[in-house]
């Protein structure tokens, strides 16, 4: 099959990947010529674990290319994937879809008879309506399909998400539409992949409905934190004792920060809009998105708190940015939050990230950036954990005590035993850790 992915973001450039190494030949178009001038160089623009392996086995095997000419690369492609982004509108938080409909114009003007545009792109009910109306007002007479295949992969373990899904979307009606996209994932078949079709504005709806069903997850559970710490509970233990049951699940139950990311705050947004403007209010996701945006300025006050509610003129070491570990994406970070309530309550700000600095420095003013966490704990009044990166699993606690100028550690991801930290003379504070800690044993029946 021959591929042109419209996008060398995070989603154009791993999918593209992906696809070059199932086999196909893969064209990765961007309008971003040094982002396009780097990948020809091997250098990657974002980090993602496995990634430049993988870009670069490919590219010697001569089935994935990068180019800014996008009218060659769509010229000879049987699947054509749009992957811009989708940002929140300014002002309102509908999706901005003017990158979509602008890739949409210029791939039909060069689209081959019997091509299928996909939208890999996250998009709102009904786009891929107008995508294909602005292919058929360019290319009246050009037999073209339009199909919807949204994208589930996580930044950080993209590429294993991409290879075993736990499931690909594809929404189209039409047979030759689907006979192609089974071409193009048929590799997905050997790994039992299941693959469902359904109507295009349905697949669309999907991935709306699941990132704010996760979001609503992850809030669900940050709410039970808060009453944990009011009743004297354990939240982690609350999280176990229900995400073992199988019709709940226990992922996206831990406690924390709030989410961030390039995904779960503009997408609930802007399901929030489409569900307005089809006078049908989702009162819960509505609900979530409230919660979860005073939640991470409410964990700068729990810093302040844990400091002895005066933080002027003290300094504040932050470990994590990122708003997930094994990724340098900022978007919508808690530690921007964080960072912000902190600096407006007069600390200063010292921070390490493994991946993230330089993302970071575009977001952040007046932080202190080291490029070692003992670095960034130098003469600081407190330790925070915002990002739960495997390098501070497993810290050297007593040169930590030592470097601080207060012992005082806050854990927003909760992945320090409260006893364990409190042993060593810190004081310490993590998220729904109203019981002190974890007390659970697990025995088998
Ligand atoms: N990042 C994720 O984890 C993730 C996961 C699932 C779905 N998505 C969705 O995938 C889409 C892309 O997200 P992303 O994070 O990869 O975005 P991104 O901002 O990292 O990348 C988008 C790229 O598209 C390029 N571009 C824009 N218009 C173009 C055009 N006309 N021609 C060629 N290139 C063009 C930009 O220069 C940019 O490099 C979004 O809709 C997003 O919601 C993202």
Not at 50 to 73: C, E, H, I, P, W
Not at 77 to 93: E, H, L, Q, Y
Not at 163 to 172: A, I, L, S
Not at 240 to 261: E, Q, S, T, V, W
Request: charged share 25%; aromatic share 6%; with cysteine.
């Amino acid at each position: 099959m021959h591929i042109a992915m419209i996008g060398t973001g995070y989603v154009g450039l791993v999918s593209g990947a992906c696809f070059s190494d199932f086999g196909h030949d893969v064209v990765c178009v961007d309008k971003d010529a040094g982002k396009i001038e780097r990948l020809l160089q091997g250098i990657m623009p974002i980090y993602e674990p496995g990634l430049d392996q993988l870009v670069a086995s490919n590219v010697r095997a001569k089935r994935l290319s990068f180019t800014t000419d996008l009218a060659s690369a769509v010229a000879d492609a049987d699947a054509v994937f749009i992957a811009v982004g989708t940002p929140s509108r300014r002002g309102d938080g509908h999706a901005d879809l003017s990158y979509v409909y602008a890739a949409a114009k210029e791939i039909a003007a060069a689209l081959k008879p019997g091509a299928v545009v996909v939208t890999k792109s996250t998009v709102p009910v009904g786009t891929g309506d107008e995508v294909e109306r602005i292919i058929r007002e360019e290319r009246p007479e050009l037999e073209a399909y339009v199909v919807s295949n949204p994208e589930f992969l996580r930044e950080g373990a993209a590429i294993g998400d991409f290879k075993r899904p736990d499931r690909v979307v594809v929404g189209t009606e039409e047979e030759k539409a689907k006979e192609v996209m089974r071409a193009v994932y048929r590799p997905l078949y050997l790994n039992r992949s299941p693959i469902l079709f359904t109507a295009r504005r349905t697949s669309e709806l999907i991935k709306y409905a699941a990132n704010a069903f996760l979001a609503t997850k992850i809030t669900f559970i940050n709410e039970i934190a808060d009453l944990c710490e009011v009743v004297g509970a354990d939240a982690q233990d609350v999280s176990r004792g229900i995400g073992l049951d199988n019709r709940i699940g226990a992922k996206f139950l831990h406690a924390g920060p709030g989410y961030g990311g390039s995904c779960f705050p503009k997408d609930t947004l802007a399901l929030l809009k489409t569900a307005d403007d089809n006078g049908t209010p989702l009162r819960v996701v509505e609900a979530v998105v409230q919660v979860n945006e005073a939640r991470k300025r409410a964990m700068g006050r729990k810093v302040i708190k844990a400091m002895g509610g005066d933080v002027r003129g003290k300094s504040v070491a932050v470990l994590g940015l990122t708003f997930k570990p094994n990724t340098d994406d900022m978007r919508d970070a808690p530690s921007i939050a964080v960072i912000q309530a902190l600096q407006d309550a007069g600390a200063s700000v010292r921070a390490h990230d493994p991946e993230g600095i330089e993302q970071a420095k575009a977001v952040l003013k007046d932080v202190d950036f080291c490029d070692d966490p003992y670095v960034a704990a130098e003469g600081a009044h407190a330790l925070v954990i915002v990002t739960e990166w495997d390098a501070y699993r497993a810290l050297d606690l007593p040169r930590l005590k030592a470097l601080l100028a207060e012992p005082v550690m806050v854990d927003l991801r909760n992945i320090y035993p409260p006893a364990d930290i409190e042993k060593l003379g810190f004081g310490y504070t993590g998220v729904g850790r109203g019981a002190g800690g974890s007390a659970a044993e697990l025995h088998q029946a």
